[in-house]
């Protein structure tokens, strides 16, 4: 195969990333940053980095299947129009849905909603954009009348203040973090606020930290709103004329935002602190507001997107070079998503579908028999409609709920209990395939071809360059033949993806004049040739910009009613609820810097997996001891809606009385660690997002018995370890395990796990009772095959060191002597777990070279070991290091 290079876009985060990526003889993938494409100019981060090790047919989902029986796309397609068919026959449209994703294309996206909303007639389609994106959108509406992100990347350049509020973007948009990085390099004069109750690696460019009380924001924004009109910073000629509500929005904020002092004690904060801040807001006219998750995720998240808002309306500071008000997206195209309307409260193309005008519009243009004529069901109440029996027939394409939703126990239930469950994905077994009576395989990226949109309205191409897997199909194809068996040809009579983008970008234009944001009709006649060579653009894409637009409202006209933009007046809130003495914790959830969602591609990628292998709970020291926890052991967290167990990771960078544990771990990856079954199911009355941000929960520790870990070449079945977690490795699978009983025999237990009949077995073993530790590896012609480490705490030898064993051939006789202590022995050294995922680079590696002074700086660690040259994600993990180990 040629190793010709493929432009494409990354599959991860809404930065938006372009890729060029190739395929050598060997079907061996790589990967590079495009150094043309406006969103990353080259940079990737780890996990973009590392998708090369991502694409491998473990586990692929190859061939459609009924009852878990393969069978061909025919006997498929027809089961599946048929039982939707027949529940919308016996219980009308509204008893069937669509859950799907911001991974999907927008093509995907576009035909999945026009069959819901069009020719089944419901609005019953939500998108697990919904958990992450849909207060932002909800913000957005209220103030500009569209789902409008002002701004673009390009700002951040031009910024002279950069106010990141409730966003990790060190781990979560690294490239965007690594971009302001370099902007504050080449800028010295501009200035980084960091808003969260975490001290989270974001923090290592921001010269000012606001570790707020969770869900504080609100009040906070507040205050800087009166703060900014006492200072007299309103723009009047803005306001006058293109606003309109503020003296409203002020009234309601003076209630509780009129003194500074008493908004720095709702947030915790010392009053010097935030007079500091909103001094700098006041004075810097040019300012852009980055928010994500930790604003989003809140029972009253729209209402804290608006109080940002309120702020950049009253200055003017919108719509020009370095300013805006802009959300940061968390999927590659949650973005095409909201611009097909894929979520249940739009139409399509940003129309409204409470609008009767709208919904005749886009009928006439689908040539449609039944519209959904008001809002279908939201997520979460999407799938308490499946528990309750409302909704019969369910299709989820390209998501793991069952993970990823909030009070996951109902979910499962839901799943279990669903009439009709159909799931089309890449992976063959994630916590949700396991209940779907039909499994229909979806091309996976490197496969399919599309559009995605990234979080500054930049659409970009994604372009096959591997063969298709098995018998995958793309996602619009497979709801198009569904669409065709339902007796609606005509109008899914779809060849390419190319038609449907045509399509789509001819709605966003039709009898639009201007009046609606989202406009593509400049490419709506593209060839297929054009198609194939679309260079990245940011929408509206019109006949009066076919160039495309960089940033919106310069003129100061909205998409409202009047033309204005509108402030928002907004009381105080608080989570729907409040810790007590029962659940005294505040739960916050989120991602960690290497994996992404529920792990069903990073948890392949060995590179991935070094840097973090478990679920953990962080939590402030203080806290541990008040809870009679220890660091590194095993604790139990519980809410009132489930618990879980994890490992306990104490840090001060955690606030007191709150705990930090990530989404991603789940029954492929874990035993009891699906973080989402202890969060709350209040969600946002605006949006409908779930308050992932704040939970009650109680921590207790874990009575485990023993602990202990397992290095083996072969994926294991655990039955004697009540705890369990799994990572990949180079060559390997990493096992930690703790029980509440011991076994009888622990000889007999490792034996039963690890071996199989095979006289080439050398079997070491060593056990000392009195202190309640065993150890035993399993060689197979000369190689280490497995091995395992028990003791009666967290206090166990190092896994790293043993890890690189498994890269050998064949152990030598120092490997070998040493390989029971766990320790490497004389010349040999243990690198540690890794610090920086592209270029394998351990913790003792990089603190041995900063104690013996052969590194003093991230450059030097870069000259020595390349570490955080490349995507630059640990960098502040090696500034940490430096001053931790540093003279």
Not at 509 to 527: H, M, Q, T, V
Request: charged share 25%; glycine share 10%; with cysteine.
């Amino acid at each position: 195969m040629s190793t010709r290079e493929t432009a494409t876009t990354c599959p991860y985060c809404g930065v938006g990333c372009g890729i060029l990526a190739s395929v050598d003889e060997d079907m061996k993938v790589s990967v590079r940053g495009d150094p043309r494409h406006p969103a990353n100019f080259g940079r990737l981060c780890s996990k973009g980095a590392a998708l090369g090790e991502t694409t491998g047919p473990e586990d692929r989902l190859l061939y459609p299947e009924i009852g878990g029986r393969v069978t061909d796309w025919g006997r498929a397609l027809d089961h599946v129009a048929g039982e939707f068919g027949r529940v919308i026959e016996e219980h009308g449209p509204d008893a069937v849905a669509f859950y799907v994703s911001g991974q999907l294309l927008t093509e995907d996206y576009y035909v999945a909603n026009k069959l819901m909303k069009g020719f089944i007639g419901s609005a019953n389609i939500d998108t697990n954009s919904r958990l992450c994106m849909s207060s932002a959108v909800a913000g957005y509406k209220r103030a500009f009348g569209s789902d409008s992100v002002p701004g673009c990347y390009e700002d951040l350049e031009r910024a002279k203040l950069i106010v990141l509020a409730g966003s990790n973007a060190a781990w979560c948009h690294p490239v965007l973090f690594q971009r302001i990085r370099q902007a504050k390099k080449d800028n010295p004069d501009l200035v980084v606020v960091l808003i969260d109750p975490r001290r989270t690696p974001t923090a290592d460019i921001a010269d000012h930290h606001l570790a707020l009380r969770p869900g504080s924001d609100l009040a906070l924004f507040n205050g800087l709103l009166c703060y900014l009109e006492a200072q007299g910073e309103r723009n009047p000629l803005f306001v006058d004329n293109c606003t309109e509500g503020v003296e409203q929005a002020l009234a309601a904020a003076r209630l509780e935002g009129s003194d500074p002092a008493a908004v720095a004690a709702a947030c915790g904060l010392e009053a010097d602190r935030l007079l500091d801040f909103y001094r700098l807001f006041a004075r810097t006219e040019r300012v852009v507001t980055l928010f994500s998750q930790g604003i989003n995720q809140f029972s009253f998240g729209t209402d804290k997107v608006n109080a940002i808002i309120n702020c950049h309306l009253l200055t003017g500071r919108i719509g020009r070079p370095g300013m805006g008000p802009f959300s940061l997206t968390g999927q590659p195209n949650a973005m095409g998503g909201r611009e097909v309307g894929g979520l249940a409260n739009q139409l399509a193309a940003h129309m409204d579908i409470d609008d009767p005008a709208a919904r005749e519009r886009v009928q006439r243009f689908w040539g449609a028999p039944r519209m959904a004529q008001g809002e279908g069901l939201k997520a979460v109440d999407l799938f308490r409609a499946v528990g309750e029996g409302r909704i019969r027939a369910l299709w989820i394409m390209a998501t793991n709920p069952a993970v990823s939703l909030p009070d996951t126990r109902q979910v499962r239930a839901a799943l279990e209990s669903c009439e009709f469950l159909v799931v089309s994905d890449v992976v063959r077994h994630t916590d949700t395939t396991r209940y779907a009576q039909v499994l229909l395989p979806a091309q996976a990226w490197g496969e399919k071809e599309g559009t995605v949109t990234n979080s500054e309205r930049r659409v970009s191409r994604q372009r096959a360059f591997l063969p298709v897997q098995g018998d995958a199909r793309p996602d619009w194809w497979m709801v198009s033949e569904v669409a065709r068996r339902m007796g609606f040809e005509s109008a899914f009579d779809y060849r390419r993806c190319a038609d449907v983008w045509r399509e789509h970008a001819a709605l966003s234009a039709f009898e639009n004049g201007g009046r609606r944001d989202f406009d593509l009709g400049a490419l709506a006649a593209i060839s297929d040739t054009d198609y194939e060579y679309l260079l990245p653009v940011q929408w509206p894409v019109s006949d009066a910009s076919p160039q495309g637009t960089a940033r919106l409202f310069g003129d100061g006209r909205f998409f409202t009613a009047s033309g204005r933009a509108r402030f928002v007046a907004l009381g105080g809130r608080q989570p729907a609820h409040a810790v007590d003495e029962a659940f005294p914790l505040v739960l916050n959830t989120g991602r960690v810097r290497d994996h992404w969602h529920t792990m069903t591609r990073t948890g392949k990628s060995p590179r991935l997996s070094g840097h973090i292998v478990e679920p953990y709970a962080q939590m402030h020291p203080e806290d541990a001891a008040r809870h009679g926890v220890e660091d590194r052991t095993l604790v139990r967290l519980r809410s009132r809606w489930g618990e879980i167990v994890v490992r306990a990771s104490c840090s001060d960078e955690q606030q007191r009385g709150t705990l930090f544990v990530p989404m991603h771990w789940n029954g492929q990856f874990s035993s009891v660690a699906s973080v989402d079954c202890l969060v709350s199911p209040a969600t946002d009355p605006v949006s409908g997002q779930p308050e992932f941000k704040y939970t009650p929960v109680s921590v207790e520790p874990y009575p485990a018995a023993w602990y202990g870990f397992i290095l083996s070449r072969r994926r294991l079945e655990l039955k004697h370890a009540a705890y369990w977690s799994c990572a990949r490795g180079q060559g390997l699978w990493r096992y930690e395990i703790a029980g509440e009983q011991a076994p009888r025999d622990w000889a007999d237990c490792a034996r039963s796990v690890l071996c199989s009949h095979d006289d080439r077995v050398d079997w070491m073993e060593y056990f000392d009772s009195a202190a309640s530790r065993y150890r035993a590896a399993r060689l197979v012609d000369g190689a280490l095959e497995s091995c395992i480490f028990i003791g009666p705490d967290a206090e166990l030898p190092s896994r790293d060191w043993l890890s690189r064993l498994f890269e050998q051939d064949e152990l030598d006789d120092a490997a070998r002597m040493s390989l029971l202590t766990g320790k490497p022995g004389v010349g040999q050294k243990d690198a540690g777990r890794s610090v920086c995922a592209c270029f394998n680079v351990g913790v003792n590696t990089l603190v041995e070279a900063i104690r013996a002074g052969e590194v003093s700086s991230v450059e030097d660690i870069g000259a020595r070991f390349r570490a955080g040259t490349n995507c630059g994600s640990c960098l502040p993990e090696l500034r940490a290091l430096l001053q931790e180990f540093g003279s």
